[in-house]
């Protein structure tokens, strides 16, 4: 049986149910109370006897017996329904004394030591419904019933500060969300009660200026200077004697009010919401998903946070042993992706084998649409992998959400589906169709971040097919939709682009080329891409030299990242060791399926005809073949090494010349 218990107020228990446990007579009570006074460690048994009868009755003559009679009667209280000659659970013999093992949230008094702390960590609106909840556990002072015992003093009075210091930080929150006129009652009891407390005067006085009320703050501020005299023979401190003046010349500071109406009802919303939905809830898992789905687009700082809450709120669903519930956390994660290496493999790798043991946990009558998204989960985690997991993944979930005609859902499996189109290279017009499909579907259903991915994703394809003035409409249209809608990532991509734009048109020097790839090289800090960022701008760089015929820079300290292997050789080249060259050619992995795999395979090229690889020059003509009518690497929509066809002539010609 889960027994609760309270001590803010008269020391209480309740069962399971709710209903309170009879706790027999006063001795009784006093055993418990000592016992969570100690905070689940054991007191020994001599010491409960004298605690219960220091300076009051004589003992009786067998003191020690008669408390081991009092916890023999609390364990069947507390416990009715253990067996006989089995240990007790929650009030248990250690060594030479007894113990509460009570479980932290099952004691008011630490829940409400928890609550405080954590409100001095969170925003305003959460600590305010922190602090209102946690308040109302109170139901008198501290071991109301034990007011006169040695024993419970110390406590009595820790948690007695505790709560003062709580209806301040309470009433500092609700003059933060511009709620002055509800803060007045409370500190005016505070003041009343604790005229010694300074910021309980200092906080009163500043909700009555906030609330139009001058001449009563500034006698409030009067009243706290007498009776700190008075009583403690003190001025005031020099918080009070501030604002004081501060009053008197109307500072601006004192009424900073909430940031305009959308802040105060998300104040209100969000407060109320933490207010009336039970910590433990479900529903606030899935809340949660939502917000994360939110947060992911708002910049760098909101999707590092996304990502790294997401897996945990996985795991909070997978621990709570609901399958469905689990299905929906997971699948409620359907934030647009358009770039084809994921940030974070470890949690991909994590949340695609969360999304197959949930797939496969279902029951049968599971609805189809959480099937999907589970499927479009793991297809668009799963990229990069090489799986054939993916692609039929990817394929099963836009079948689902076809015969469902549920265009949110298509959406997601649409953005799975572009994300399993790098089998082969010179997929840019099957990618450009299903961007197409997301601009028209989103566009039609009002699903603002999907339509922008539809225009990144058709901007992509566009350059890949060097048609730029495509690509331009698309830029154009997903900056406008990123700040109407206010959405700072998409100008990553689109400023990127506009770089590539001027390497590859032609029309500036190289110089001016690099310093706008350095400028969107910028937009990346902070933008919480690490799956984009690193290596990128070298690796730009890199492909604009040879664009213009100029060998690749050999500094040491270029951080090319994850395609350093595909660098290496041409690095090695530009400082004349040709065997060196060709030894990490020999070593050269297979580029990553993705939108640079074009790209990779063709500075490959390069350097095999550089260093007459034959093997490496065959294999690249095969790879790239498909995509003859592409622009090397311009699929990406951030960099370029010119017309694929123009590296299969030169291969086509140096291994006819071989053979």
């Not at 004691?107 to 409100?119: C, G, I, Y």
């Not at 799975?416 to 566009?443: K, V, Y």
């Not at 020059?617 to 622009?631: D, G, Q, V, Y």
């Amino acid at each position: 049986m889960d027994v609760a218990f309270g001590v803010l107020g008269p020391v209480a228990a309740w069962d399971g149910a709710g209903d309170a446990i009879a706790l027999k007579g006063p001795r009784h009570r006093a055993v418990l109370a000592r016992l969570l006074v100690a905070r689940r460690r054991v007191v020994p048994v001599g010491r409960l006897a004298e605690d219960l009868w220091a300076g009051r009755d004589e003992p009786p003559g067998d003191a020690v017996g008669a408390v081991r009679t009092f916890v023999a009667a609390l364990r069947r209280a507390l416990e009715p329904e253990r067996p006989p000659r089995t240990p007790a659970r929650l009030l248990v013999t250690e060594g030479p004394g007894y113990a509460l093992r009570a479980e932290p949230e099952a004691v008011d008094a630490w829940r409400f030591e928890r609550a405080v702390t954590a409100a001095g960590t969170l925003p305003d609106p959460h600590a305010l419904a922190r602090l209102e909840e946690a308040l109302g556990w109170w139901r008198g002072p501290a071991y109301a019933d034990f007011g006169e015992e040695i024993w419970a003093r110390a406590e009595r009075s820790r948690l007695g500060e505790l709560r003062l210091h709580a209806v301040e930080r309470r009433a500092a929150a609700q003059l933060a969300l511009g709620r002055a006129a509800e803060a007045v009652p409370d500190l005016d009891a505070q003041v009343t009660e604790h005229p010694w407390r300074e910021d309980a005067w200092r906080l009163l006085a500043l909700a009555l200026y906030r609330t139009g009320r001058q001449g009563d703050a500034l006698a409030v501020l009067r009243r706290a200077r007498s009776l700190l005299v008075e009583q403690l023979g003190a001025d005031p401190g020099p918080a009070l004697r501030r604002l004081e003046a501060d009053i008197l010349d109307h500072a601006p500071h004192l009424d900073p009010g909430p940031g305009g109406p959308a802040e105060r009802v998300w104040a209100e919303a969000t407060a109320a919401y933490d207010r009336t939905v039970a910590s433990g809830a479900r529903a606030r898992l899935e809340s949660t998903v939502g917000l994360l789905r939110d947060l992911a687009v708002t910049g760098g700082g909101g999707l590092e946070a996304a990502r790294r809450h997401r897996l945990a709120a996985i795991t909070a669903a997978e621990e709570l042993g609901d399958t469905e519930l689990t299905a929906r956390v997971i699948g409620a994660y359907d934030v647009p992706a358009v770039w084809t290496r994921v940030d974070n493999p470890r949690q991909a790798a994590d949340t695609v084998a969360a999304a197959e043991h949930t797939l496969a946990a279902l029951p049968p009558d599971a609805h189809l649409a959480t099937r999907a998204r589970l499927l479009a989960t793991i297809a668009l985690e799963s990229r990069g992998t090489r799986s054939a997991r993916g692609p039929r993944a990817a394929r099963q979930a836009e079948d689902i959400a076809r015969r469902l005609n549920d265009p949110a859902l298509l959406a997601f499996a649409l953005n799975s589906l572009f994300m399993q189109t790098f089998h082969r290279a010179g997929l840019a017009p099957q990618r450009d169709a299903i961007g197409a499909e997301l601009i028209a579907l989103s566009a039609r259903h009002g699903l603002v971040t999907h339509e922008v991915l539809g225009h990144l994703v058709r901007l992509q394809s566009r350059s890949a097919l060097a048609d730029f003035t495509g690509a331009d409409t698309h830029a154009t249209a997903a900056d406008r939709l990123a700040e109407r809608h206010e959405l700072p990532l998409v100008g990553v991509f689109t400023q990127w682009y506009r770089a590539l734009r001027l390497s590859e048109t032609g029309r500036a020097q190289v110089a001016a080329t690099e310093a706008a790839y350095r400028d969107a090289a910028r937009r990346l800090d902070g933008a919480g891409m690490p799956g984009l960022e690193r290596g990128l701008l070298p690796l730009a760089l890199l492909c604009l030299r040879l664009r213009h015929g100029q060998p690749a820079r050999t500094d040491e300290d270029i951080d090319w990242g994850p395609y350093e292997p595909w660098a290496r050789p041409l690095v090695l080249l530009a400082r004349d060791r040709p065997d060196d060259a060709r030894a990490a050619l020999r070593s050269l992995p297979e580029p990553p399926r993705d939108l640079l795999f074009e790209a990779l395979w063709c500075l490959a090229a390069r350097a095999a005809l550089a260093v007459d690889d034959r093997e490496t020059m065959e294999r690249a003509h095969t790879e790239l073949s498909p995509a003859a009518a592409e622009l090397a690497g311009a699929g990406s929509g951030l960099l370029t090494l010119g017309p694929v066809a123009r590296y299969l002539d030169e291969l086509a010609v140096a291994l006819r010349g071989r053979g």
